[in-house]
């Protein structure tokens, strides 16, 4: 039973354009979201994060949404360049509860930005 | 300097072999995790370890291991090996156990059982 979903296994844009990216979790128990970048051969680095008593939170060209009664996140990258091409993991924790010191990962959405 | 690193970065090994995959870090942080990458794509936590206690223990077969003898090491020990250990395995660290304590990941090792 996977908690957390990203439903698109790739996404291809042109560089300057908006590239969104899509998460969904299940479980109601979560409270804070972080999203994940990762280059081939290397391991995930952490990008941005957001609280669930928030809906947005912004940091330079990525900006992070989230929709608590949809059970649902987002990561706006604006402007996409070609460096952002990685794969990006969307990861789920909580204050407390079976969640609390531990992160729930989605299968990733490989994002290719085109020059 | 790597801030976490693993060892070896490939592991290509016989079914029934025992084999151990070694974790540093020098941040000074106090926890300490293995995540397991499987062929699907999902990074899954395996264990946690805090101040060289174990904080988090999923359900992973007792075969799996862990070790950390002193803050600044996690190693995994994985007996009898089968082919559905074959994954990525992926060592991090981070000051505390709390969500807003940024997990930094290591390179990973590819382990591969033939």
């Known amino acids: 039973d996977q908690q957390v979903k990203q439903n698109s296994p790739s996404l291809s844009v042109q560089e300057g354009r908006i590239s969104i990216l899509n998460c969904d979790y299940t479980?109601?128990?979560?409270?804070?979201f972080l999203w994940y970048k990762k280059y081939p051969a290397e391991g995930p680095t952490f990008l941005i994060s957001i609280s669930s008593i928030k809906d947005k939170n912004e940091d330079g060209r990525f900006t992070v949404f989230l929709n608590k009664s949809a059970k649902h996140l987002s990561l706006h990258i604006v402007p996409s360049q070609p460096g952002d091409s990685a794969v990006y993991f969307c990861a789920a924790s909580a204050w407390g509860g079976t969640s609390y010191g531990k992160l729930t990962f989605g299968q990733g959405t490989i994002l290719t930005v085109h020059p | 300097d790597t801030a976490v690193s693993q060892t070896p970065k490939y592991l290509v090994t016989q079914m029934g072999n025992d084999k151990s995959i070694k974790c540093e870090q020098n941040l000074g942080h106090d926890t300490m995790y293995w995540y397991k990458q499987d062929s699907k794509k999902f990074l899954k936590i395996m264990f946690s370890y805090n101040n060289k206690e174990l904080i988090i223990n999923e359900t992973v077969p007792n075969r799996f291991s862990p070790k950390s003898p002193d803050k600044a090491h996690l190693n995994l020990h994985i007996n009898s090996l089968e082919l559905g250990d074959s994954a990525v395995y992926f060592c991090a660290s981070s000051q505390g156990q709390g969500p807003t304590d940024t997990q930094y990941f290591g390179p990973g090792t590819r382990l591969t059982v033939l």
């Open positions: 479980n109601s128990m979560f409270d804070y």
